[in-house]
């Protein structure tokens, strides 16, 4: 089975103030990793992947997240927040050998105050 | 070029009765899931499509059923509604297997029993 946790419910940080966004992950094979941002009343808009290759992954909107194999961890951060990156963000993994489906975390709201 | 398209956007049924949802995925993309996303919570897989079959099923009741259809589109069916199915209901679209071209997302249907 796989799995994947966002402990955090809500993040706060100020504008232009770097962010990190928390996600780990269980997976019995390969993790493909995934995170997605929620606007409201919206669907799912893809930031960024991790498949293969460099642990550190650059993504739209200038948000970039690292994988750490070790820690099986996949945050995802911003060097300097805007406000119009408010919204809910949802980290996946997929297992690399078993199917396609994307198992999603609970998702952390964003709150970037002026 | 057409990202995924899903219809209607919102509804609202009364207990006890039958629904369909439709999307049709993004142009080049053969494969659909469906997704249910609860009020707070992240998505949860409900199947996937592609070639016209089920290849991949989620945790939830034979009440929920889906069709693909030669051109791709695809129909989520959920019968005798519950107050608990009340949710944004999203499909993504993808190329079977072809895990670099990732998942594209609808804006969803929102549904609401009652």
């Known amino acids: 089975a796989q799995s994947v946790a966002q402990p955090e419910d809500q993040v706060n940080v100020a504008e232009g103030n770097p962010l990190t966004v928390k996600c780990t992950y269980s997976v019995s094979g390969n993790p493909y990793l995934f995170w997605y941002v929620q606007y409201p009343n919206r669907g799912l808009q893809f930031l960024l992947k991790?498949?293969?290759?460099?642990?550190l992954v650059k993504g739209s909107y200038g948000f970039e997240a690292e994988f750490n194999k070790s820690q099986t961890s996949f945050h995802l951060k911003k060097p300097s927040a805007l406000v119009s990156d408010s919204a809910l963000y949802f980290c996946?993994?997929?297992?690399?050998?078993?199917?396609?489906?994307?198992?999603f975390g609970g998702g952390t709201r964003l709150m970037v105050k002026p | 070029d057409a990202g995924v398209t899903q219809s209607p956007t919102h509804l609202i049924k009364t207990r006890g009765q039958q629904v369909t949802l439709r999307c049709s995925p993004k142009?080049?993309?053969?494969?659909v899931s469906w997704y249910q996303q609860a009020l707070g919570q992240g998505p949860q897989f409900i199947f996937q499509y592609y070639e016209e079959e089920e290849r991949q099923r989620g945790n939830f009741p034979d009440r929920f059923s889906g069709h693909q259809f030669p051109n791709y589109s695809s129909e989520l069916n959920v019968n005798a509604l519950l107050l608990g199915d009340s949710a944004l209901y999203l499909c993504?679209?993808?190329?079977?297997?072809?895990?670099?071209?990732?998942?594209?997302f609808g804006s969803g249907t929102r549904l609401t029993v009652v």
């Open positions: 991790y498949i293969t290759g460099d642990n």
């Open positions: 993504a679209s993808s190329i079977y297997r072809q895990d670099n071209y990732g998942y594209t």
């Open positions: 996946a993994v997929r297992d690399g050998g078993a199917g396609n489906m994307l198992t």
């Open positions: 142009s080049g993309h053969d494969t």
